[in-house]
Structures are given as structure tokens and as C-alpha cells.
């Protein structure tokens, strides 16, 4: 099956200026037949920016949200209410619509999303809670969560927190899901924050698909790991072979990038606003 990845907002702006870059993520997958979204940025930005680049989104047939932080659910509800899911379903995990905090000392910030579960049905969306951790939502396309937690060096961050039942938690990223594509050279895995940990990601698909993982392109959250993960990140890149590895948003800044980019080499290209992958 032909894949095509279009980022329609990232952290970073590319060569096309009239596009605007800010921070959140928000991919157009076009996989055979079927048009999806895979994230929605922080705000209405990606539906600027998918005008710009002549890709309409009234023909999304599903919008997948990896999890529920602002900076990949926010432009959903513009999505919304600019009349552009009339048909497109919303795919999302359970516990996606908890509040979510980010904790600093004594003090804590709202980083979930910008709508409730209520008001978008109000508005008339369909809303499909995906239960299973594979689960085949398109012809070749997949919703993957459920992420074993095998690797030492990847522990949940304490400074992100989840409201359950009335009660504030450390956030687990149990919503958090991944989307894998089956193309004609192998598995494309579209990640979201990676917030479960890139390295117990990867390993999780491999385990549950027979195919080799040709690209892999989204968000790593490598920004947090420390010089000895980024490094031990990088050789288990390496050695699983993937040719394609399109990262960005919350990968790291320009010194964490430059690092990752000297070892990963002609395999690496920084995904940023207006990049289009295709295979």
C-alpha cells in the first residue's frame, strides 16, 4: 500500500513560509484509499496550513488523537466547528478525556484538552473509544497502545499528572497510542509525545507485527533523557535497522538534535511543518 505523510504543524517552520509552525503536532496520512489525521496541533494553525498545501480536509475519513495534551488535541475543536468532521470519526483511548496537569514545585499548569467528551457530542461528533491495543481502523491501518514497559532507562515523568475519579495521579499515558501504517517497504509507525518511551514503543510493534519497522516519524520526547539515554536511544535505532527516521516535536532542542542527527546519519531527517513523507 502507498503511504503519504504530510506534517501539517510542528514545532519547527520549513522552507514554505506561508505555513505556521507552533507547538504541537498534527500529520495528514493519505494510506491506499483512506484519509486520516493523526493529531490535531495545539490550535487551528494545521487547518491553515492544510490549506496552504491543497490538502482538503473534508475528505478525512477518521482523526486519530494520540493523547489528550493541548499541543495534539487543541485544533480539534476547530476541526469541529469549521464543519470539517461531518463523516470523520474520532478515534481515541480510554482515559483520553481526563484532566491532565503538568506539576512544577508548588504550582501546576492545565495541559489537557480543550473540550469535554459532552460537547463534542453535543456538536455531533462520533467518538470511538478504542479498547484493544491493536486494532485495524482502515484497511493496513493500525491503532497501537498498550505499550510494554520492559525498558529500565524509560520511566514515566513525575512532573506529569492525570485526574482519575476525582482524585490526581501520575499519569501513566495509558491513552496514549501510536498509529502503524503497512506499506510496500515495511511498517510506518506515526508517534504522537511517546510518552511511554520510544525504545518500549518500538519494541511493542515489532513484537505484535511480523513486518520489519521501515520509518518511523512523530514526536520521541527524547527533550527530557539525559546524555546516556539519548546515546543508548541512538544504538538501539541503529541496530534495529529502520532506513527512515523522521522525529521532531519534543525530540529535543538544536544541540539534542545536532547529537541525534551525527549518529542516526543519512537515516535522519527532522520532520518539521510542511514536510511530506512517502512511500
Given at each position: 500500500?502507498?503511504?503519504?505523510?504530510?506534517?501539517?504543524?510542528?514545532?519547527?517552520?520549513?522552507?514554505?513560509?506561508?505555513?505556521?509552525?507552533?507547538?504541537?503536532?498534527?500529520?495528514?496520512?493519505?494510506?491506499?484509499?483512506?484519509?486520516?489525521?493523526?493529531?490535531?496541533?495545539?490550535?487551528?494553525?494545521?487547518?491553515h496550513?492544510?490549506?496552504?498545501?491543497?490538502?482538503?480536509?473534508?475528505?478525512?475519513?477518521?482523526?486519530?488523537?494520540?493523547?489528550?495534551?493541548?499541543?495534539?488535541?487543541?485544533?480539534?475543536?476547530?476541526?469541529?466547528?469549521?464543519?470539517?468532521?461531518?463523516?470523520?470519526?474520532?478515534?481515541?483511548?480510554?482515559?483520553?478525556?481526563?484532566k491532565?496537569?503538568?506539576?512544577?514545585?508548588?504550582?501546576?499548569e492545565?495541559?489537557?484538552?480543550?473540550?469535554?467528551?459532552?460537547?463534542?457530542?453535543?456538536?455531533?461528533?462520533?467518538?470511538?473509544?478504542?479498547?484493544?491495543?491493536?486494532?485495524?481502523?482502515?484497511?493496513?491501518?493500525?491503532?497501537v497502545?498498550?505499550?510494554?514497559?520492559?525498558?529500565?532507562?524509560?520511566?514515566l515523568?513525575?512532573?506529569?499528572?492525570?485526574?482519575?475519579?476525582?482524585?490526581?495521579v501520575?499519569?501513566?499515558?495509558?491513552?496514549?497510542?501510536?498509529?502503524?501504517?503497512?506499506?510496500?517497504?515495511?511498517?510506518?509507525?506515526?508517534?504522537?509525545?511517546?510518552?511511554?518511551?520510544?525504545?518500549?514503543?518500538?519494541?511493542?510493534?515489532?513484537?505484535?507485527?511480523?513486518?520489519?519497522?521501515?520509518?518511523?516519524?512523530?514526536?520521541?520526547?527524547?527533550?527530557?533523557?539525559?546524555?546516556?539515554r539519548?546515546?543508548?536511544?541512538?544504538?538501539?535505532?541503529?541496530?534495529?535497522?529502520?532506513?527512515?527516521?523522521?522525529?521532531?516535536h519534543?525530540?529535543?532542542?538544536?544541540?539534542?538534535?545536532?547529537?541525534?542527527?551525527?549518529?542516526?546519519?543519512?537515516?535522519?531527517?527532522?520532520?518539521?511543518?510542511?514536510?511530506?513523507?512517502?512511500?
Amino acid at each position: 500500500m502507498k503511504v503519504e505523510i504530510t506534517t501539517l504543524v510542528e514545532n519547527t517552520a520549513g522552507e514554505h513560509h506561508q505555513l505556521v509552525a507552533e507547538h504541537g503536532l498534527s500529520f495528514h496520512v493519505k494510506a491506499g484509499d483512506t484519509t486520516l489525521l493523526f493529531d490535531t496541533g495545539a490550535s487551528s494553525n494545521f487547518i491553515h496550513n492544510a490549506g496552504r498545501l491543497s490538502l482538503d480536509l473534508k475528505a478525512i475519513d477518521q482523526v486519530l488523537i494520540s493523547h489528550g495534551h493541548y499541543d495534539h488535541s487543541g485544533g480539534y475543536r476547530d476541526f469541529v466547528d469549521q464543519g470539517f468532521n461531518t463523516d470523520a470519526r474520532l478515534l481515541v483511548k480510554p482515559g483520553f478525556f481526563n484532566k491532565k496537569y503538568g506539576v512544577s514545585g508548588s504550582h501546576s499548569e492545565y495541559l489537557g484538552n480543550g473540550f469535554t467528551r459532552k460537547e463534542l457530542v453535543g456538536a455531533g461528533v462520533s467518538i470511538e473509544i478504542i479498547h484493544d491495543p491493536v486494532k485495524e481502523v482502515a484497511p493496513g491501518v493500525f491503532s497501537v497502545s498498550g505499550f510494554d514497559r520492559t525498558c529500565p532507562m524509560e520511566q514515566l515523568n513525575p512532573r506529569f499528572r492525570v485526574e482519575r475519579d476525582g482524585v490526581e495521579v501520575l499519569d501513566d499515558f495509558c491513552d496514549e497510542q501510536v498509529m502503524v501504517v503497512k506499506s510496500e517497504k515495511g511498517l510506518v509507525i506515526v508517534l504522537g509525545c511517546s510518552h511511554p518511551g520510544l525504545v518500549n514503543i518500538l519494541n511493542t510493534v515489532t513484537d505484535r507485527f511480523e513486518e520489519k519497522i521501515h520509518a518511523i516519524i512523530g514526536g520521541t520526547h527524547l527533550v527530557e533523557a539525559n546524555q546516556e539515554r539519548l546515546g543508548q536511544t541512538m544504538d538501539f535505532l541503529l541496530d534495529q535497522e529502520i532506513p527512515v527516521i523522521g522525529i521532531s516535536h519534543c525530540s529535543g532542542g538544536a544541540e539534542q538534535l545536532s547529537f541525534i542527527k551525527s549518529r542516526l546519519e543519512s537515516r535522519f531527517f527532522h520532520n518539521s511543518t510542511g514536510t511530506r513523507f512517502a512511500v
